[in-house]
C-alpha cells in the first residue's frame, strides 16, 4: 500500500507565497511522474504541473512563472512553490503519483491541502 499526505496549504494574501509538499510513503519501489492538480469550487480538477523522475517539468498556463515543482527522489517527496498568488488560485490542490511499489504499478492520490487566497 501507499500513501501520499500532502501539508503546506493554508490562507494567505494576494501576491503571497506558499510551499506546498507531498510526501509518499509505503511499499515503494520506484516514483515515475509526480504531480500537482487543483479543484476549485464548482470545477473540474485541473493539472497545475507535473515532473518526472528525472526532473522535466511541465506546468499549466496559467500559472507558468508563478509556481515552481520539484522534487526529492531520497526523501519521495515533491513539493510545488507558489509565488504571486492570486485569488483564482484559491483551490484544494491534491498530490498525484505514478507509484511502483512491491505489488504493482498504480495511479495514487493524496486527500487534499485548502489553498484560500484573499484579495
Known amino acids: 500500500q501507499v500513501q501520499l499526505v500532502e501539508s503546506g496549504g493554508g490562507l494567505v494574501q494576494a501576491g503571497g507565497s506558499l510551499r506546498l509538499s507531498c510526501a509518499a510513503s509505503?511499499?515503494?519501489?520506484?516514483?515515475?511522474?509526480m504531480g500537482w492538480y487543483r479543484q476549485a469550487p464548482g470545477k473540474q480538477r485541473e493539472l497545475v504541473a507535473a515532473?518526472?523522475?528525472?526532473?522535466?517539468?511541465n506546468y499549466a498556463d496559467s500559472v507558468k512563472g508563478r509556481f515552481t515543482i520539484s522534487r526529492d527522489n531520497a526523501k519521495n517527496t515533491a513539493y510545488l512553490q507558489i509565488d504571486s498568488l492570486k485569488p483564482e488560485d484559491t483551490a484544494v490542490y491534491y498530490c498525484?503519483?505514478?507509484?511502483?511499489?512491491?505489488?504493482?504499478?498504480?495511479?495514487?492520490w493524496g486527500q487534499g491541502t485548502q489553498v484560500t487566497v484573499s484579495s
Open positions: 498525484n503519483a505514478d507509484v511502483t511499489s512491491i505489488f504493482k504499478r498504480n495511479n495514487y
Open positions: 509505503g511499499s515503494i519501489v520506484s516514483i515515475n511522474a
Open positions: 515532473v518526472t523522475s528525472g526532473g522535466s517539468t
